[in-house]
């Protein structure tokens, strides 16, 4: 059986605001199998971005556990998480723009996270660590000098890969990394990306709000909606099996490259639910065509309805 190398349970990150909690992230319980990728697909609002940041500890988790190798890095210090598990989990981000201080050039880049987590490195270890960085993600030599204004999106996105790398993360938090970028460079991160995760068995959870990118690099889905985990399930699975109405809203409004075909597009009608105090019903029952009356008073628990595909809905047998 494959080994969890994350086991996330009733993960929680809320936070105050002047209206009420918000409960951006609610109870998540989700496994994450050594050199896999789990998309995580959702609108943007859902949590996904928090639940990513929350496994980074970059949020603390307001309650629940996340067990890295079986042990709960959710309750540690920070001071004990940087120590044993920074350089272990790495975080991609969608705008590599914005996460790369423009006085610096590429190599400068790339050597900084590496001379920071080995200060016992000499200066010409750093920069050949560095060096085999960017050859690791296809940067050429020849730009070491150059600043990230003069480079492309593409370029700018592998020099956040390579930093990510250098410290031999085991899992990555890739978040959103292709959607800033131009389709045809998008396939070449993606494809850099899986490269990659061949290589090093990286482990990613994938965040995207685009259904067609996580197709093509996830092994299993997850799909959040109001900081809720709805529906998990083997990739393949859900782009034919879905069983959630809003997976099925989802995977809808995918365009199909073919004139010819006849896809109906299912339309969201209704309000969006307010995820400051949310009551405990089912939080897509105000734009869900099927809701019942218990849809509008009881929360679904997350249920198992084929091996490994998991829904959050009362009337999921009905959908299958
Ligand atoms: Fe729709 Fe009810 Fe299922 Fe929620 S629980 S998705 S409202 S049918």
């Given at each position: 059986?494959?080994?969890?190398?994350?086991?996330?349970?009733?993960?929680?990150?809320?936070?105050?605001?002047?209206?009420?909690?918000?409960?951006?992230?609610?109870?998540?319980?989700?496994?994450?199998?050594?050199?896999?990728?789990?998309?995580?697909?959702?609108?943007?609002?859902?949590?996904?971005?928090?639940?990513?940041?929350?496994?980074?500890?970059?949020?603390?988790?307001?309650?629940?556990?996340?067990?890295?190798?079986?042990?709960?890095?959710?309750?540690?210090?920070?001071?004990q998480f940087k120590k044993k598990?920074?350089?272990?989990?790495?975080?991609?981000?969608?705008?590599?723009?914005?996460?790369?201080?423009?006085?610096?050039?590429?190599?400068?880049?790339?050597?900084?996270?590496?001379?920071?987590?080995?200060?016992?490195?000499?200066?010409?270890?750093?920069?050949?660590?560095?060096?085999?960085?960017?050859?690791?993600?296809?940067?050429?030599?020849?730009?070491?000098?150059?600043?990230?204004?003069?480079?492309?999106?593409?370029?700018?996105?592998?020099?956040?890969?390579?930093?990510?790398?250098?410290?031999?993360?085991?899992?990555?938090?890739?978040?959103?990394?292709?959607?800033?970028?131009?389709?045809?460079?998008?396939?070449?991160?993606?494809?850099?990306?899986?490269?990659?995760?061949?290589?090093?068995?990286?482990?990613?959870?994938?965040?995207?709000?685009?259904?067609?990118?996580?197709?093509?690099?996830?092994?299993?889905?997850?799909?959040?909606?109001?900081?809720?985990?709805?529906?998990?399930?083997?990739?393949?699975?859900?782009?034919?099996?879905?069983?959630?109405?809003?997976?099925?809203?989802?995977?809808?409004?995918?365009?199909?490259?073919?004139?010819?075909?006849?896809?109906?597009?299912?339309?969201?009608?209704?309000?969006?639910?307010?995820?400051?105090?949310?009551?405990?019903?089912?939080?897509?029952?105000?734009?869900c065509p099927y809701a019942t009356?218990?849809?509008?008073?009881?929360?679904?628990?997350?249920?198992?309805?084929?091996?490994?595909?998991?829904?959050?809905?009362?009337?999921?047998?009905?959908?299958?």
């Open positions: 059986m494959a080994e969890n190398l994350i086991e996330i349970k009733n993960l929680k990150k809320y936070f105050q605001t002047p209206k009420g909690q918000l409960h951006a992230v609610d109870n998540v319980t989700m496994n994450i199998e050594k050199g896999k990728t789990v998309g995580v697909v959702g609108e943007s609002g859902c949590g996904k971005s928090t639940l990513g940041k929350t496994l980074m500890r970059l949020h603390t988790p307001t309650s629940g556990e996340i067990l890295y190798k079986g042990t709960d890095i959710a309750s540690m210090s920070m001071r598990y920074r350089a272990d989990i790495q975080m991609i981000f969608q705008d590599p723009y914005a996460s790369l201080d423009p006085r610096m050039s590429v190599l400068q880049l790339i050597k900084e996270p590496i001379a920071i987590n080995n200060p016992k490195m000499s200066k010409a270890e750093v920069e050949q660590k560095a060096q085999e960085m960017m050859e690791l993600v296809g940067l050429a030599k020849r730009l070491e000098s150059s600043y990230p204004h003069e480079l492309d999106g593409g370029r700018r996105q592998r020099i956040g890969i390579a930093r990510a790398l250098s410290l031999n993360p085991e899992f990555i938090v890739c978040d959103e990394p292709v959607s800033a970028l131009d389709v045809s460079i998008q396939a070449q991160i993606l494809n850099l990306l899986q490269d990659l995760q061949e290589e090093r068995g990286l482990t990613y959870m994938f965040i995207t709000h685009d259904m067609s990118v996580v197709k093509h690099i996830s092994d299993d889905i997850a799909v959040m909606y109001l900081g809720q985990l709805i529906e998990k399930c083997p990739a393949n699975e859900i782009f034919k099996d879905t069983i959630h109405p809003y997976s099925q809203a989802l995977l809808s409004a995918i365009p199909i490259p073919d004139i010819h075909a006849k896809k109906e597009r299912m339309i969201l009608k209704g309000e969006l639910t307010s995820p400051i105090n949310p009551k405990k019903c089912c939080r897509f029952a105000a734009r009356e218990q849809c509008f008073n009881e929360e679904p628990t997350l249920r198992e309805m084929r091996p490994g595909h998991k829904v959050a809905c009362h009337l999921a047998e009905q959908f299958m």
